[in-house]
């Protein structure tokens, strides 16, 4: 529900519709592999997005118990102990395309410059997004690292050399026109 209000919070910014694209099923996976010893990775097809052609602006949220991993354990380990979905149940990300050109009919590699808020610590990002508009359809794919040292995510010393401080991760959305 809480992400429902943000989206709409999110739309209700600027009168014109016509430049809005929105998902509510963009995909966020995730991998960690220090040296193939654990292989940590999962993924999350509920998140939110919305972007707004005419002034460029973008907003994803991110529900942090939504992430489904292979293993049980793991999905625990990673809410109760390094994500602490209880105080931190969401992510989220606003920014906007630092030149976003009038044609997307072929897809263009974007850059992205905003704020990401995880785990409770804001951190300035600059993402490639690559881009493309298929009628009704804005498609948008990015591929990032994060460091868990970054957002405050202690990787305890009994396991530190089977999970990696680098997380891959890879956004993909399918965002229709409102």
Do not use: W
């Not at 974007?110 to 298929?134: A, D, I, R, Y």
């Amino acid at each position: 529900m809480r992400a429902l209000f943000f989206v709409l919070s999110l739309l209700s910014v600027s009168p014109l519709l016509a430049q809005k694209y929105m998902s509510r099923t963009a995909e966020v996976y995730f991998f960690s592999d220090k040296d193939a010893v654990e292989l940590v990775e999962a993924v999350n097809n509920q998140v939110g997005a919305v972007v707004d052609l005419e002034n460029g602006n973008i907003a994803f949220q991110i529900q942090m118990r939504a992430f489904h991993f292979d293993i049980a354990l793991m999905e625990e380990h990673f809410n109760e102990n390094y994500i602490e979905s209880e105080l931190y149940p969401k992510a989220t990300f606003r920014g906007s395309f630092v030149a976003l050109p009038k044609d997307l009919s072929t897809p263009k590699t974007l850059t992205v410059f905003g704020t990401m808020e995880f785990h409770g610590v804001k951190k300035e990002m600059e993402l490639p997004v690559l881009v493309s508009l298929n009628e009704s359809v804005l498609q948008g794919d990015a591929k990032f690292d994060l460091l868990c040292s970054d957002f405050n995510i202690d990787i305890p010393k009994i396991v530190a050399d089977k999970l990696a401080n680098t997380i891959q991760v890879t956004v993909s959305a399918s965002l229709t026109k409102l």
